[in-house]
């Protein structure tokens, strides 16, 4: 059996943090907004040009079994400022995963790991500026 469009998109990313409090202010001074969604223990913020969420939840609500440290997938989120964003990041007390590197053919990547301990990847991708101005 034939499966198209087997992963159709992101539709939430989930970080935890161990100070959920601490946690839903770093991510509000980041993005600028207050998450639009919130319950006890978590909360959700949509970003972004197609409003992707991000999800932080509190540690105590983790999968049995499931890493303390950061682990080997990066989520990268396209931005317009590599590099500006990067020294936002770590400015706000982020730690530097990955540094800047330069992928070739416009694409540029940086990650850090957040003070929560969830890493977080940041790039400049062609590709997505492609879609975004086809109206996808």
Sequence with gaps: MAFSNTLRGVATISFYAAD???AKQ???DLLGIAPYFEVPGYIEFRIGDYEHELGIIDSRYMPEGAAT???RAIVYWHVDDVKGTFDRLLSMGARE???ITDRSHGFVTASVVDPF???LGVMSNPHYLD???AGK
């Design 69 to 71: 440290t950061p682990g």
């Design 97 to 99: 995963y990955e540094p």
């Design 131 to 133: 879609i975004l101005s």
């Design 26 to 28: 770093w991510y509000t």
């Design 20 to 22: 959920h409090t601490a």
């Design 117 to 119: 301990g969830n890493i």
